[in-house]
């Protein structure tokens, strides 16, 4: 685990253990928490065309960025409380998703993978 990901992950338990928080962060409560901060990150962007969503993430971006924040705590406790490493999970997770999307096939392309 890197130091970096290893003082986050410190942060965050502390903050949640100071409160006692832990009865409430059961892999089920973590992951609706996750997609409770993923729908709020989506509301920065509803209804807006790309130019509109970028110029609104200009003027916006502290906003934008805190519900990044939120969704990356949450999964970053889910993962530790289920003895994931997260940086091991994703670099197999992008090995796969290179045998699924090989470049001469998906370059360019926002096809799902059986799609191709």
Do not use: C
């Amino acid at each position: 685990m890197s130091k970096d990901l290893e003082y986050i992950l410190n942060k965050i338990k502390i903050f949640r253990d100071e409160r006692d928080w832990m009865q409430f962060h059961d892999p089920k409560n973590m992951a609706i928490s996750i997609i409770l901060e993923a729908s709020e990150l989506l509301e920065h962007f509803q209804w807006k065309t790309k130019a509109e969503a970028e110029e609104y993430i200009k003027k916006n971006r502290v906003k934008v960025e805190e519900e990044i924040a939120d969704i990356a705590l949450y999964l970053f406790e889910l993962a530790d409380n289920l003895d994931t490493d997260l940086l091991k999970a994703m670099e197999k997770k992008i090995k796969e998703n290179e045998k699924k999307y090989p470049v001469d096939k998906a370059k360019g392309s926002a096809k799902k993978y059986r799609e191709l």
